[in-house]
Nanobody, 123 residues
Framework: QVQLVESGGGLVQAGGSLRLSCAAS????????MGWFRQTPGKQREFVAA????????EYLDPVKGRFTISRDRAKNTVYLQMNSLKPEDTAVYYC????????????????WGQGTQVTVSS
């Protein structure tokens, strides 16, 4: 089992920044690819960013490329999502997830999920 707890969400004006954190506990965190997804009411959960187990590879949703950065601190068992130049369309509940593979962009490939943290970007 892997337990994931997100934090760092909140309300920010368009153009602002937030940094989400995801603290992991349980099984060896360093063996898992990690990802961030987001979801708005009535829509499917959407892939945002992923990072490989060793941090050497990252993947991003096209609309967030150049604005969001995913990173991980293996010593702290924590993965981060730095979000800059936020837009109202980034408003969503953001979820952290762990995949038992190198890296994954599909929700179905993730085994563990956090409870989510709300990000609201005002115009």
């Amino acid at each position: 089992q892997v337990q994931l707890v997100e934090s760092g969400g909140g309300l920010v004006q368009a153009g602002g920044s937030l940094r989400l954190s995801c603290a992991a506990s349980g099984r060896t965190f360093s063996n898992y690819g990690m990802g961030w997804f987001r979801q708005t009411p009535g829509k499917q959960r959407e892939f945002v960013a992923a990072i490989s187990w060793n941090g050497g590879r990252t993947e991003y949703l096209d609309p967030v490329k150049g604005r969001f950065t995913i990173s991980r601190d293996r010593a702290k068992n924590t993965v981060y999502l730095q979000m800059n130049s936020l837009k109202p369309e980034d408003t969503a509940v953001y979820y952290c997830a762990a995949a038992g593979q190198l890296i994954a962009t599909m929700a179905r490939n993730y085994d563990y999920w956090g409870q989510g943290t709300q990000v609201t970007v005002s115009s």
